[in-house]
């Protein structure tokens, strides 16, 4: 009751606090006006030029909504709905500013997202515009006829059109111009600062992606949060280089930047061997990061250096080095340890926590580095019969002696009327599953350690209806579907494997019909078409597959996942298993040698996660 009433009032008593707000006390601040607060492809946009620009978006959002309610589609107290479909551009950046000006809500479809699984998304939010840019507007323009309440129309491209646009859909700036001529100022939806600004996806457990509400306060509270622990001033630049879909850029790269009154370099796509030259040239401090993409940060400078002494001795005193902090996910202590070293760095804020963000924790200095910072009380690790596991015991070299007892999901008393997430986008079955007898259920294993009388948490992967991999988390289910319709395929199973560098590897058992072979290029060749034509997520894609003759199934005709999870791709614990792989770059799968596996051992070895296998 006590949640549901401070939720009620603080909707109701402080609907000045909202991400509208946000934008208008920082960017729109006069004493900002001329500074710097994005880098785009060498290109500077002061504040007062985001502003404006973000402005425009917005009102061409409102008179797209008085043209919906004219209509008799929205109601007059109805947000319009808006969904964006395209990689990093500031144009991504101009539409959540204006979906935030307006009070609108904006749908933040993954780039990855392809064929039935993209009309899906779409079709679910019903939005009334969709903005992509050169990229991405094919892929819109095939699915359109799959897509009722959407119509060419309704299409609008960001960016340069006249360089990419075959499917001739209107630029938004000859849009926006069209209608700066309409009435006067418009009045958006009535403020709820609890509702959302910003959906981001995340993936079901059934087939079709989750849309996580990212509300006004959350997006306001997130950036104070990270703010307040890294203590951004306003001579710091931020290097935003993950994806503008994912909560990770928003929540923890641009809002504390934006209540700093700092700047950002916002890049296009990730790439390593661009990020010395970038962090030197624009003098970078301060990044968010997910843990496979830092890790392919120091193998490319240790590639181009040759050895750490080499790179320490080139970069951490660099006169243009700047580089301070990085906050993010998924990154090894072996790894955070070197690029601390590498850059002459003060500390990166190892953290725990999701789109939901119901539970977050993070690695502040002192604490012990291979953690992921302090519990606080609320949050318990619970075993299978919901009861609360005990914290762990470790011997000398660090290894639980009590793992089955002391690993288990991580937990935290709420129900849905909490501030932070009260519910997937449309979807009240995935809500009731995360939301049961007033606990959440993260979805996360962990284990507690007690560390001078203090409670650490230490994550142990995803449970088996999930698999985690490059800082997305996402449904088993959906890679065991595609894993199934491989021809030749009777039965299929998917789990997360362990990886030498962050979260998990994608491994699939399958059962192959009678008198039916496994060919590796084919198998290979169908998984990249399905990415092309068949709505498959890049990152689903297997990295290892496992022949097995009969897969078990228990009475009610389940297979049983967590044996093929307990013994992984581990050949020499089962030398009878038929196995092929797949490394970066590879054109087929390749079958697991002894040799092969044991150059995966010496993998794990260099980035300490050798106890994993």
Known sequence: ?????????????????????????????????????????????????????????????????????????????????????????????????????????????????????????????????????????????????EIPGLGHEQVFITGDSRAQNPKGFKAIDAAIRETETGPGKLSGAPMDNTAPVLVIYTSGTTGMPKGVPCTHLKMVGAGAVVQSAVRLKKADRGYVCMPLFHSNAWY???????????????????????????????GVTFMNYVGQPLHYIIAALEKKYGSPEAVEAALARHPANRFRTAYGNGALPIDRRKLMRYLGMEHI????????????????????????????????????????????IVDEKGQIL?????????TKQADENNLRFGGYFGDPGATSRKFRDGIYHSGDLGHVRIIGGKRYLYFNGRTDDWIRKDGENFSAENVADYASRLPGVHLAAAYGAPCAVSDEQVMVTI?????????????????????????????????YIRIIDDIPLTSTQKILVRPFKKDHFNILKKPDMRIYFRLRGDVTYRPLTVEAFADIQARFAETGRLDLI
């Open 1 to 145: 009751m006590f949640s549901f009433n401070l939720k009620t009032i603080i909707r109701n008593g402080f609907r000045f606090v909202n991400f509208g707000s946000m934008i208008r006390l920082t960017l729109g601040l006069p004493t900002r006006s001329g500074r710097v607060f994005l880098i785009f492809e060498e290109k500077e946009y002061t504040c007062q030029e985001v502003y404006v620009r973000s402005a425009q978006y917005a009102d061409f959002f409102l008179r797209k909504r008085q043209q919906q309610i004219e209509a008799g589609i929205l109601g007059k107290e109805d947000r319009l709905k808006i969904g964006i479909y395209q990689e990093n551009t500031p144009d991504f950046l101009f539409a959540v500013f204006g979906a935030g000006l307006s009070n609108s809500t904006l749908f933040a479809f993954n780039t990855g997202f392809r064929g039935k699984t993209l009309a899906g998304v779409i079709n679910q939010a019903n939005i009334s515009l969709l903005l992509t840019d050169g990229g991405a507007d094919e892929e819109v323009g095939r699915l359109l006829g």
């Open 402 to 410: 009590n793992y089955d007892a002391a690993v288990g999901e991580i």
């Open 349 to 392: 804020f190892e953290i725990y926590g999701s789109t939901e963000a119901v539970i977050t924790t993070a690695n502040k200095p002192g604490d012990p580095i291979d953690s992921l910072g302090r519990l606080p009380g609320s949050v318990v690790i619970r075993n299978e019969q919901g009861e609360p596991c005990p914290p762990a």
């Open 252 to 282: 923890i790269g641009i809002l504390p930047v934006m209540l700093a009154g700092a700047s950002f370099v916002l890049k296009r796509n990730f790439s390593a061997g661009a990020f010395e030259e970038d962090i030197l040239k624009h």
């Open 511 to 543: 059962q192959l019909e009678e008198n039916a072979g496994f060919d590796p290029q084919q198998a290979f060749d169908w998984f990249m078409d399905q990415q092309k034509t068949g709505g498959m997520d890049p990152k689903w894609m297997p990295d």
